[in-house]
């Protein structure tokens, strides 16, 4: 099995049924301690074997709806090498990878895959294809690394023509780099560890590092407006677009990268998070930044989560913030501990006496905080010695950068363990929103509270329920919801699907229903449609459902994503 932390290739493919390629997966032999914890919070029985997952050659798919002069036009466009339908290329493009996608792929239950899957090369293919597209009434969606997991690249269920995938990653060039004003020109297939190779030969990075860094693409985070760890200091991706070039039905958008204007509204903003609905993007510049010269990652605990949210409060206030800080409840706490590896040498010595002192001085159930400096290395160790002060005054005991550099390590791990745990009948994902500072902590109780109360009453076991804070902004941040657990004993795929759906609707319609967003970066597609007009008013999505009709009359783009079938149908705007 291949180290999880030393992978670097991209041009893999998901394994057909999980995250990451083939032969990467979670060790949890390295992490004897976790999966006692892991039995005793699920009361999973010590000697549990994994389910049955169905075999790759077992999974059938329906035949492809094929469109002859549509194939011949784009196989003459592309060569054949650049257009496929072979099972394993419309199995890989079906669907993202939310615990509903992976209960589906582990099933085989696979009944709308998309018909035939496309690989651009240049702006030039994806205009011809969007011409040919509308030329013959074939829907399009385009497909990054295959990360999202609210459904924002699923072929639409309520929509029974032809279904083209574009997948983007051969487009995947650094274009024009500007390292006076600190652009750079990109392409959108740019998986996260190659765009930073491409922009650290050159000093630069875009410094944007969401959880699915390694295996996706920037086009995929501008399309669902993502946000990266570092945000605090960067900002999401919507922050450091400058200008875009987007190919629709109706004709190509460019935007000029300028550092401010006021030329009416911000067609970027427009654009980003559009899900692909209302163009196909092919080229964004961007905002970079020197590769930073100092970075740490330090790792503190607080004798309560409270405590730990008014300390962040406090940074903001003084207008100090780390480039990362990561606020986990008691819960994460404990599965963060639980999931380390053991130390060894004076570490493990030190380790009890460090435990008792710990909970001498009122930290038996603490809540963690991982903070990241990073910039010069004068400025970031004065904002570190600055922020270090706050934090102390609200009782922060410090555990240093090796703990820090442990989290850092782990940090893009979490996929996989969802992916163990689901061999063994669990239900897992996460749930994120944000909302005001003064509704953070009212918020965060009454969310935690319905999902295990739903957990209990939909399997018939207490769920885990973690979460923690991060994405700091002056008016507030965001909360993430983790949440694992058994399924009902005796499941079948389709019922797991059924529990985890009720529980995913109560979570969310209780963030609603409590002043909190209906997702802060994980999108909309069709998996937070039912509560979309609610969050943006009915008038927002009549303006949003003009723009797309204005720009793709046909609906061809990604129909299903964002916009509800209902805006879109006859009589859904006056004539």
């Known amino acids: 099995m291949r180290d999880l932390h030393e992978w670097k290739d991209e041009s893999y493919r998901h394994k057909w049924w999980g995250w990451g390629p083939e032969g990467l997966e979670y060790d949890m032999h390295r992490r004897p301690d976790f999966w006692p914890w892991i039995c005793k919070t699920a009361a999973l029985p010590d000697d549990a074997t994994p389910a049955y997952r169905i075999s790759r050659d077992s999974i059938k798919l329906p035949a492809r709806k094929s469109q002859p002069e549509f194939d011949d036009a784009v196989t003459a466009l592309l060569g054949i090498d650049r257009v496929r339908h072979d099972d394993d290329d419309r199995i890989a493009h079906s669907f993202g990878r939310s615990y509903r996608d992976l209960v589906r792929l582990r099933a085989g239950l696979i009944d709308h895959p998309p018909d035939l899957i496309l690989y651009p090369q240049s702006h030039d293919d994806v205009v011809a294809i969007v011409r040919l597209a509308g030329d013959h009434d074939v829907t399009l969606i385009p497909f990054g690394g295959g990360t999202n997991i609210v459904g924002c690249v699923e072929p639409s269920t309520a929509d029974d023509r032809m279904v083209a995938t574009l997948d983007m990653r051969l487009m995947n060039r650094?274009?024009?780099?500007?390292?006076?004003?600190?652009?750079?020109?990109?392409?959108?297939?740019?998986?996260?560890?190659?765009?930073?190779?491409?922009?650290?030969?050159?000093?630069?990075?875009?410094?944007?590092?969401?959880?699915?860094?390694?295996?996706?693409?920037?086009?995929?985070?501008?399309?669902?407006?993502?946000?990266?760890?570092?945000?605090?200091?960067?900002?999401?991706?919507?922050?450091?677009?400058?200008?875009?070039?987007?190919?629709?039905?109706?004709?190509?958008?460019?935007?000029?990268?300028?550092?401010?204007?006021?030329n009416g509204p911000d067609l970027n903003r427009v654009i980003v998070g559009s899900e692909g609905t209302f163009g196909i993007i092919t080229q964004a510049t961007m905002r970079v930044h020197p590769v930073p010269e100092f970075e740490e990652y330090r790792l503190l605990l607080f004798p309560s989560f409270r405590d730990g949210f008014r300390a962040l409060r406090e940074c903001v206030v003084q207008g100090v913030m780390p480039s990362m800080a990561r606020l986990s409840d008691e819960a994460e706490t404990e599965l963060i501990f639980a999931a380390k590896y053991p130390s060894s040498g004076v570490k493990r010595i030190l380790n009890g006496p460090v435990k008792r002192l710990l909970r001498a001085r009122g930290y038996s159930r603490p809540a963690a905080l991982v903070v990241a400096f990073e910039g010069t290395r004068k400025t970031a160790r004065q904002l570190r010695r600055a922020i270090r002060r706050i934090l102390r005054k609200h009782r922060a005991f410090d555990l240093g950068t090796g703990a820090g550099e442990a989290w850092k390590e782990s940090r893009y791990d979490v996929p996989f363990l969802r992916d163990y745990l689901m061999d063994y009948g669990f239900i897992t994902d996460s749930f994120e929103t944000s909302t005001v500072w003064s509704n953070m902590m009212p918020l965060y109780e009454a969310v935690t509270e319905v999902i295990r109360k739903t957990f209990q009453e939909v399997t018939g076991f207490t769920g885990y329920v973690g979460n923690h804070i991060s994405h700091l902004y002056s008016t507030g941040a965001c909360l993430?919801?983790?949440?694992?657990?058994?399924?009902?004993?005796?499941?079948?795929?389709?019922?797991?699907?059924?529990?985890?759906?009720?529980?995913?609707?109560?979570?969310?319609?209780?963030?609603?229903r409590n002043g909190g967003a209906l997702s802060h970066h994980h999108a909309v597609g069709y998996e937070h449609q039912p509560w979309i007009e609610q969050e943006l008013s009915a008038t927002g999505i009549r303006s949003l459902t003009g723009?797309?009709?204005?720009?793709?009359?046909?609906?061809?783009l990604n129909p299903g994503s964002l916009l509800p079938d209902s805006a879109l149908g006859p009589g859904s705007l006056p004539d």
């Open 480 to 512: 993430y919801y983790s949440v694992g657990g058994r399924s009902r004993e005796g499941s079948t795929p389709e019922e797991m699907i059924e529990q985890y759906t009720t529980i995913k609707h109560a979570a969310t319609s209780e963030i609603m």
């Open 174 to 262: 650094l274009l024009a780099l500007d390292k006076e004003s600190m652009t750079a020109d990109l392409e959108p297939g740019l998986f996260g560890p190659q765009l930073e190779r491409l922009l650290n030969a050159h000093g630069c990075s875009l410094g944007h590092h969401p959880d699915s860094f390694q295996f996706s693409t920037l086009g995929g985070w501008l399309a669902t407006r993502s946000a990266g760890t570092q945000s605090n200091v960067y900002g999401k991706i919507e922050d450091m677009v400058l200008g875009m070039r987007v190919v629709t039905p109706r004709g190509i958008i460019e935007t000029k990268s300028l550092p401010a204007a006021s």
């Open 547 to 556: 723009f797309k009709l204005c720009l793709d009359p046909q609906r061809i």
